[in-house]
Structures are given as structure tokens and as C-alpha cells.
T-cell receptor, first 114, second 115 residues
Framework: DGGITQSPKYLFRKEGQNVTLSCEQN?????MYWYRQDPGQGLRLIYYSQIVNDFQKGDIAEGYSVSREKKESFPLTVTSAQKNPTAFYLC?????????????FGSGTRLTVV | AQSVTQLDSQVPVFEEAPVELRCNYSSSVSVYLFWYVQYPNQGLQLLLK??????LVKSINGFEAEFNKSQTSFHLRKPSVHISDTAEYFCAVSGVNQAGTALIFGKGTTLSVSS
């Protein structure tokens, strides 16, 4: 079955560490997105990519970095510059230009700073 | 620019009672509208969507939503809720933001069903 796989499901980070969250999709979707979710704040867009080797900052990109070397993969690195990284992170994908399709979401990664 | 407002952040109800989760949107163009559901520690799942045609759309688990163009609303309803409906619900509208063609999400409504 096609879908989006996020790993790991739970991740713990020490102060000053960089960590990378994985997002892989086998839906042949062009566009991929990273969101951060905090209680009561809904979904906030971190980065998005509409095509391989191209990505753009969203609303809260500071302290994060991404790459899009393959269509299937869109990893997110949470750097030590992100001062409050504890949150639930969601990856999503969609066909390019298909406004009626909506997004397909992964199951999320919960990141906790210890 | 498009925007979505979910009018209630939390909705507590008793099992078997009816429920309505309210969603208003703003857009100057034709839109597509979506409701997503998120169970604890999971991703969002598409519940139902309105693209065109009949303004009343239904999901397989008893939810329905009605597109009202004059009131720019897309409220979600269920005549009788179950404990298992406890989740967070997000309304979304297709639009254009810095990500190009994208979904614009509301801040979510937490539905809590108790016995």
C-alpha cells in the first residue's frame, strides 16, 4: 500500500545535539511538507518542497534544515539552534497542482529534549 | 488570502449526543474544503471533502459536512457520537500561500466524548 513513513516514532535529543527526522513516501507525489504541532497552536509549516532539489522556508524555519535529493525522501534536521524543539512533527505529501486531492500525512515523530 | 477559523477549540459531549464542529473560511475564489481527524499520537487522516456538486458530503463513519457558500461555512456534524470519536478535528481549505497551491488549516477542535 502506498503511504508516508515517518521514523522514528519517538526521539529524544540532548541539549546541543542535531537530530534528523526521516520522511519517505511511495505515492509518487511531487510536493512534500513538514509541520510542527504544539498543543493549541494547530499546524505550523516549517519547510516545503514542490520538486526534487528545491525547497522553501515556511513560517517557522529557523533552527531547522531540510534536503530533497530524491522524490521519495524529505528529511528534516532539527539543529541546536532550535531553542524549543520539543513538539510533534508531521510530514505530508500531495500531487503537484492537485488542489482537490488534499494531503496524505505520516504518523508523526514526537521529539523530546532531555 | 484564504484563511480558516474553527470557532471552538474544545467541544465536550456525552456519548450518543449530537455534535457540530464549526468551521468558517474566507476566500475570494472557488475553494475545495476538507475535514481531517487526528487521534492521539497519530497523523491526520482525511475524513471528508467537498470539491463540487452536492453541498452535503458524508464520511463512512457517520460524519457529514455541509458547504454553505453564502455563509462561507463547512460545519461538521454527527447525529450520535461514540467514545471512539474522541479526537482532534481540523478544517482546511485549498488556497495559495507561500507554498504555492496548498491547504490552509484551522487551529483544530478537540472533541471529547464521555460516557
Amino acid at each position: 500500500d502506498g503511504g508516508i513513513t515517518q521514523s522514528p516514532k519517538y526521539l529524544f535529543r540532548k541539549e546541543g545535539q542535531n537530530v534528523t527526522l526521516s520522511c519517505e513516501q511511495n505515492l509518487n507525489h511531487d510536493a512534500m511538507y513538514w509541520y510542527r504541532q504544539d498543543p493549541g497552536q494547530g499546524l505550523r509549516l516549517i519547510y516545503y518542497s514542490q520538486i526534487v532539489n528545491d525547497f522553501q522556508k515556511g513560517d517557522i524555519a529557523e533552527g531547522y534544515s531540510v534536503s530533497r535529493e530524491k522524490k521519495e525522501s524529505f528529511p528534516l534536521t532539527v539543529t541546536s539552534a532550535q531553542k524549543n524543539p520539543t513538539a510533534f512533527y508531521l510530514c505530508a505529501s500531495s500531487p503537484s497542482g492537485a488542489m482537490g486531492y488534499g494531503y496524505t500525512f505520516g504518523s508523526g515523530t514526537r521529539l523530546t529534549v532531555v | 488570502a484564504q484563511s480558516v477559523t474553527q470557532l471552538d477549540s474544545q467541544v465536550p459531549v456525552f456519548e450518543e449526543a449530537p455534535v457540530e464542529l464549526r468551521c468558517n473560511y474566507s476566500s475570494s475564489v472557488s475553494v475545495y474544503l476538507f475535514w481531517y481527524v487526528q487521534y492521539p499520537n497519530q497523523g491526520l487522516q482525511l475524513l471528508l471533502k467537498y470539491l463540487s456538486g452536492s453541498t452535503l458530503v458524508k464520511s463512512i463513519n457517520g460524519f457529514e459536512a455541509e458547504f454553505n457558500k453564502s455563509q462561507t461555512s463547512f460545519h461538521l456534524r454527527k447525529p450520535s457520537v461514540h467514545i471512539s470519536d474522541t479526537a482532534e478535528y481540523f478544517c482546511a481549505v485549498s488556497g495559495v500561500n507561500q507554498a504555492g497551491t496548498a491547504l490552509i488549516f484551522g487551529k483544530g477542535t478537540t472533541l471529547s466524548v464521555s460516557s
